[in-house]
């Protein structure tokens, strides 16, 4: 029985920037599968090059070394319109053009490609990450930063793309809204089927959402790991030192509430 090709696959990957080396180390790139249908996270501490390898997926950074492979083509010789169809992409700092219409930002992928969206279709994708169609109209500065991220998620999907990566999707909303959005993207990649590669420096939010946690120390993969794997102590200590942080947490969260401590 044959295993299916991955949908993605970054192979030796090296990234560096003057003297800096931001992805790979002492000539050694990074090299991992992603195969279709998986929800994987991609954690480290700042510094540690995840959002610098997202990024080589859709070619907003080349490769000193190496290739990023998507169904088996090379990232880099791919036209970036069709490349980027295939890919969507939520931005950390949800990347709305601020003189666009909702309605105009979710079409502006397909729009690069010649399609024009129907209002129909903007008011379905608007639907699926839970909006009022009727904000189609409004401008995104009349819109809360949760609001204005679930644009972005429907941007992002307006192409119907294969692939959904996002840089840090939720770190700028209050900690409410960044679960009820995490919850909804895990339940749009499961019902639309996407692939969906996720940079956070949430431990606690990649052991719950996602499939798979890949931790990157010092620009290479210190673990790849299934999140029950990691809660019961694989990955080595880098991954342990980050998943530490949300257990002590709610370990001293449960002591206060067993002694009934607190601050008032």
């Given amino acids: ?17 003057g003297e800096v080396t931001a992805v790979g180390a002492l000539g050694a790139g990074v ?28 070619t907003l950074v080349q490769p000193t070394t190496g290739r990023v ?42 729009r690069l ?27 995104p500065d009349e819109l809360s930063g949760g609001q204005r991220q679930r644009v972005g998620v429907a941007r992002a999907l307006a192409g119907e793309p294969e692939l959904l990566i996002m840089d840090e999707p939720f770190g700028a909303l209050d900690p409410v809204t960044r679960d009820a959005l995490g919850r909804k993207v895990r339940e ?18 990649a052991l719950l959402l996602a499939d798979r946690v890949l931790v990157m120390d010092g620009g290479m993969l210190a673990a790849d790991e299934t999140p029950r794997a990691l809660l019961a102590g694989a990955g080595g200590e880098v991954a342990q030192g980050l998943v530490a942080v949300p257990r002590q947490q709610a370990e001293r969260l449960a002591a206060m509430e067993r002694s009934g401590e607190g601050r008032a």
Avoid at 1 to 17: A, H, K, N, Q
């Fill in 31 to 58: 090299s991992c599968d992603i195969a279709a249908g998986s929800f994987v996270a991609l954690v480290g501490a700042s510094g540690s090059g995840k959002s610098t390898l997202l990024k080589t997926v859709n």
């Fill in 69 to 110: 492979l998507f169904g088996g083509e090379d990232v880099s010789t791919l036209k970036p319109a069709r490349l980027r169809r295939r890919v969507g992409y939520v931005f950390q700092g949800i990347g709305l053009f601020p003189h666009f219409s909702v309605a105009e930002n979710i079409a502006i992928g397909p």
């Fill in 113 to 139: 490609t010649g399609e024009k969206l129907a209002p129909e279709r903007i008011a379905e994708l608007l639907a699926l990450v839970e909006l009022d169609p009727g904000l189609a109209a409004r401008m």
């Fill in 188 to 205: 749009l990649h499961d019902a639309l089927g996407l692939t969906t590669v996720m940079v956070t420096h949430d431990m606690a939010e």
């Fill in 1 to 17: 029985m044959t295993t299916p090709s991955p949908l993605l696959r970054f192979d030796g990957v090296i990234c560096r920037f």
